[in-house]
């Protein structure tokens, strides 16, 4: 099953977002000459294959890997790392590194940091005494599209990182995602905020317009014309709810990430003991777009006709061809 949705139907081109990000992730692999093998942080993972088919990436050369503390399996000289942000991924980095140079593997190492890079990260890379071996660059990945309808930040920690660890980072990193949306489809006219992180986010916004003005063919035309933030804390009670639609009910049960569940692979029909199938759920399937909204219990009625209607059909063409 395809892991990419279609975006055909988008009330803005989203198409053209996701192919600037692959665009860039493209370029990153091909200004790498030759066969390489490209490091993924688990995390990103899931929003990597929302942007670049894994077909692309292997037609420039690359190996998938996924980093972990374990010795890197790989017979390529170069290695790319794709991480966050994250201090203890740079421990990570590291440690493969190290392990290289104890079995006196010579390999050269780049690191590119989604969506920006950190100075902490890398005071971490120098403390460990690899920072030198290393190319660092950026891969600025700020959202990404999960079905034609919904646009992710991708940040799972947002809320505690912002309200108990007091990072205000991320907020800067929002409004530089809505600034490169700007890019593509225009600056907004109208931006509402309500609560001190989305006036923060909005202020932010404005400095980028100022310093950083847009440049697109729709400068005179935004296609979006309303940006409304909200901060989590003016509505506490809705991520208490049970979920009471067909797609809230999957992400109880199941927990939707990256648009997808994982299944066991037998429910799928695949004889592989132990391993699990992601299972897309967008718009791209048109039974899934027509319930996913709807109460779960109104969902049995509706599979149930549309069992009945397919077996009926399928009755009708079977006589017809033994008539004919």
């Known amino acids: 099953m395809a892991q990419i949705p279609n975006l055909d139907n988008a009330a803005i081109n989203l198409t053209s977002l996701r192919e600037q990000s692959q665009r860039e992730l493209v370029t990153i692999l091909r200004n790498i000459r030759g066969k390489k093998c490209l ?5 990103l993972g899931g929003s990597i294959s929302l942007i670049v088919p894994t077909s692309i990436i292997k037609e420039n050369g690359a190996e998938l890997r996924y980093l972990s503390f374990d010795p890197l399996q790989t017979e390529c000289n170069k290695v790319v790392f794709l991480v966050r942000n ?3 991924l740079m421990k990570h980095i590291s440690s493969n590194i190290q392990d290289d140079i104890q079995k006196g593997l010579q390999r050269e190492y780049f690191v590119y940091f989604v969506p920006r890079h950190s100075v902490a990260c890398e005071k971490i ?68 905020a309500k609560g001190k992180g989305s006036l923060h986010v909005a202020d932010i916004l404005n400095c980028m317009q100022a310093d950083e003005p847009v440049s697109t ?48 692979a037998s429910i799928m029909g695949v004889q592989q003991e132990g391993k699990k199938v992601k299972v897309p759920l967008n718009s791209s399937d048109k039974v899934f777009k027509e319930i996913r909204d709807l109460n779960f ?13 397919m077996k009926q059909d399928y009755s009708d063409i079977t006589m017809s061809l033994c008539l004919s």
């Open 39 to 43: 490091v993924i942080d688990p995390k």
């Open 86 to 88: 994250r201090l203890d």
């Open 125 to 192: 890379l120098d403390e460990e005494k690899v920072h030198h071996l290393l190319t660092i660059g950026e891969f600025p990945l700020y959202m990404v599209p999960l079905d034609e309808d919904i646009l992710s930040f991708e940040l799972d920690d947002a809320y505690k990182e912002y309200l108990v660890e007091g990072d205000s980072s991320l907020l800067w990193h929002i409004a530089k995602a809505i600034h490169k949306l700007e890019s593509l489809f225009g600056v907004i006219p109208n931006v509402r």
């Open 217 to 264: 063919p729709h400068a005179g035309i935004p296609e979006i014309q309303t940006l409304t933030l909200l901060d989590r804390d003016v509505d506490m009670v809705t991520p208490m709810l049970s979920q009471l639609t067909y797609e809230g009910l999957l992400d109880e049960i199941l927990h939707v990430n990256n648009g997808a569940v994982e299944l066991n």
């Open 297 to 309: 219990e109104v969902v049995v009625q509706v599979l149930r006709q549309k069992a009945t209607s």
